[in-house]
């Protein structure tokens, strides 16, 4: 036998191995930015908190401290009431009704955007990377929303504002990312989604109805980035090398 009969030099098995390969990279790649922003939206929202505090006088210690990294963990995967209570203690010091027996947060709806629904995990894997490509679509313009209010709100914030700037770009990439991907697998991108420019001037427009509603609302928005990036991972995780059958 020829030294090149049954080797990887065949020209035919080059064919069939250096897609699947190629597959694996991008999948392996976009897994790993995608674990990466999730530890990125974990201190975006660890941040946001902070600022949210300085805004209303309040010292961490004062309010039982901040949100650990494993408690927005355990958010990020949470329906969207459980992520926004578990986000809210800063809120609580804000002054009566927040902190009395029995009151709740307010949980402002987003336009054009939800947390994944409880039935997500269960969807096919091409289903759910399309759902998480969607929201990844919305988020940018969002964040930039809340970006901007933040700057007129806390001005002195630089790390906060510089956070969300990084992050609307980071779900930009990540996005694009997951397109290739679903590209990649043969899988169609189609199909009806929120339009970006229309959600980011709907949530513009609520975000100018008072100091407060901002602040719940720009959390809401962070909470939202972070169970969405959190998603990405879980789901691209289903497709890398090593990950579950």
Known sequence: MSRREGSLED??????VSPL?????????THSLARLLTKYAEQLLQEYECATCEMGKLRPQERGGGLSSQRMSRAAVAPPEAALTA????????????????FSPPRPPVAGLSAP????????????????AAALA????????????????????ARLLRRLEDSARQARALGAAVEAVLGALGAETGGP???????????????????FPAKVLGLRVCSLYLEWVSRTEADLGQLAPGGPA
């Open 138 to 157: 919305v988020l940018p313009p969002l964040l930039d929303v809340v970006r901007r209010r933040q700057a007129e709100l806390n001005p002195r914030a």
């Open 87 to 102: 986000a809210s203690p800063q809120v609580q010091h804000q002054g009566d009704p927040f902190g009395l027996p029995g």
């Open 117 to 132: 629904a409880p039935g997500h995990a269960g969807l096919p894997v091409p289903e759910r990377l399309r759902l998480d």
């Open 21 to 29: 390969l190629h597959l694996e990279a991008k999948i392996q790649q």
């Open 193 to 211: 989604r929120p339009e970006p420019a229309a959600a980011a001037a709907a949530i513009a427009a609520a975000a100018t109805g008072g100091v």
């Open 11 to 16: 020209p035919q098995a080059d064919s069939s």
